[in-house]
């Protein structure tokens, strides 16, 4: 039993050290839904009805695309883009 709780904890720990962060850039279309890509994964997009949605279904574009990449024998690409944040300029 020692050694079952001990490999779960390895296993989570080994989970935890696999987890990273992507940005992802939500855009709403003319109709409401909304178009999501993922900078640093080229070609990673998805869209959703609603925000929500779009959150979702991008997760699982990223999972996807890096299942991809590691059956294709590549790393998955670290993580360049750090933020987003809006920048009020002068349109005129």
Known sequence: RRHEARDLQLHRQDRRLEEMTY???FEQ???GSVFVYVPDLPGCTSWGATL???R???RDAIALWLAVARENGKDAPVAATIASAPIEVDAA
């Open 56 to 58: 979702e279904h991008v």
């Open 29 to 31: 279309a003319d109709d």
């Open 23 to 25: 940005q992802a850039v």
């Open 52 to 54: 929500d949605e779009a």
